[in-house]
T-cell receptor, first 112, second 111 residues
């Protein structure tokens, strides 16, 4: 069966520090991978998605970036965090675009 | 741009009552619609996926209907239990394969 792992689960970082959130999927090949952010009381906002190694599409211009160095690994990064980057970040995968999407447990980021 | 709305934002019912959660979307040209459950501080769990050609999907006590022409979906949860307390989100996949989420309905089932 397929599983998705996301870490760290919680993170407190000072303004201006770098960020790296990692996500891996097991049990499938060439999945679509996604990074979402969820603000309190609001819907999920798609940040990045990838349909293959090295293929990253950005949905929202901001100081975050994503990379897919391996088929089942997706990394969300920032060189300098802003207070507004605080939130709940979710990694997700699907077999193909438009199929059921499966989420990781999420990472709470607090920028102080 | 697809807009997804879920009303009400919160709902509290006594145990045993049936739950009715509503989701509406502005663009009826959709590929599918999914319902998710989210427990506090956790990721989302997929409950049901309805393809655009389907009218409903059922899984156990859950039944989701889809009326694409009117831009609405309803999630029914029969005989609610305290363990059903969570936030329920609907998400619409448009024909360009982009997923749009509603803000969710937070359900509390009172024992």
């Amino acid at each position: 069966s397929q599983t998705i792992h996301q870490w760290p689960a919680t993170l407190v970082q000072p303004v201006g520090s770098p960020l790296s959130l990692e996500c891996t999927v097991e049990g499938t090949s060439n999945p679509n991978l996604y990074w979402y952010r969820q603000a309190a009381g609001r819907g999920l906002q798609l940040l990045f998605y990838s349909v293959g190694i090295g293929q990253i599409s950005s949905e929202v211009p901001q100081n975050l970036s994503a990379s897919r160095p391996q088929d089942r690994q997706f990394i969300l990064s920032s060189k300098k965090l802003l207070l507004s980057d605080s939130g709940f970040y979710l990694c997700a995968w699907s077999v193909r675009t438009g199929n059921t999407i499966y989420f990781g447990e999420g990472s709470w980021l607090t920028v102080v | 741009k697809q807009e997804v709305t879920q009303i009400p934002a919160a709902l509290s019912v006594p145990e045993g009552e049936n739950l009715v959660l509503n989701c509406s979307f502005t663009d009826s040209a959709i590929y599918n619609l999914q319902w998710f459950r989210q427990d506090p501080g956790k990721g989302l769990t997929s409950l049901l996926l309805i393809q655009s050609s389907q009218r409903e999907q059922t899984s156990g006590r859950l039944n989701a209907s889809l009326d694409k022409s009117s831009g609405r979906s309803t999630l029914y949860i029969a005989a609610s239990q305290p363990g059903d307390s969570a936030t329920y989100l609907c998400a619409v996949t448009s024909n360009d394969y982009k997923l749009s989420f509603g803000a969710g309905t937070t359900v509390t089932v009172r024992a």
